[in-house]
């Protein structure tokens, strides 16, 4: 069975730091897909990123950045310089197989940035 | 952008109710998801649908939730007998075939009172 675990259930950091957002997972599957969304206070599911297990290339988007390392199941998202609109409830989820499948989500972390 | 909608937004029902809750895919997308995140907690697989029948469904997905296409467009989550505990945010996704990414919809929140 898959799981997905996000062991920060809430961070605060003052406006500009880096923050970390840790993700370990769990799966059988060799191939699989892990993701990651925000959900601001609005409530809607915003997609950042979308990995597959193949695919161990850290990638960077803006002051995003996310680090894929599957010797320890980890995919892990860094927010450089953060902002106050960086507030938000912050999902790692997982996908096995094809990725048609169902999206196993972690419990998400609350991240505020305080200005 | 193409985009999944959901209407209502927000619904409140009383106890024992039936409520519809319906969603707009992306007009190309062939797989189907209801997930439900309840107010505070993590967001929960319901049901899949693909070639208009349900593909996986979750241990919550009982009896009293069904899935239909009715027309093409629409994908609706039925919800029979409406209880307190099903008071929580419900998003819709969608998926093409082979790009492998569900799109959410904005979500409908539903309040059982």
């Known amino acids: 069975a898959q799981k997905v675990t996000q062991a920060q259930t809430e961070i605060s950091v003052v406006e500009k730091e880096d923050v970390t957002l840790d993700c370990v997972y769990e799966?059988?599957?060799?191939?699989?897909?892990l993701f990651w969304y925000k959900q601001p206070p609005s409530g809607e599911l915003v997609f950042l990123i979308r990995?597959?297990?193949?695919?161990?290339q850290n990638e960077i988007s803006g002051r995003y950045s996310w680090n894929f390392q599957k010797s320890t199941s980890s995919f892990n998202f860094t927010i450089t310089a953060s902002q106050v609109v960086d507030s938000a409830v912050y999902f790692c989820?997982?996908?096995?197989?094809?990725?048609?499948?169902?999206?196993?989500f972690g419990t998400g972390t609350r991240l505020t940035i305080i200005p | 952008e193409p985009e999944v909608t959901q209407t209502p937004s927000h619904q409140v029902t009383q106890m024992g109710q039936e409520v519809i809750l319906r969603c707009v895919p992306i007009s190309n997308h062939l797989y189907f998801y209801w997930y439900r995140q309840i107010l505070g907690q993590k967001v929960e697989f319901l049901v899949s649908?693909?070639?208009?029948?349900?593909?996986?469904k979750s241990e919550i997905f009982d009896d009293q939730f069904s899935v239909e296409r009715p027309d093409g467009s629409n994908f609706t989550l039925k919800i029979r007998s409406t209880k307190l505990e099903d008071s929580a945010m419900y998003f819709c996704a969608s998926s093409e075939q082979d790009q492998l990414l569900a799109f959410f919809g904005q979500g409908t929140r539903l309040t059982v009172v």
């Open positions: 799966t059988r599957d060799t191939t699989y897909y």
């Open positions: 990995r597959n297990s193949f695919d161990e």
């Open positions: 649908f693909y070639n208009n029948e349900i593909s996986e």
């Open positions: 989820a997982l996908s096995e197989n094809f990725g048609n499948e169902k999206l196993t």
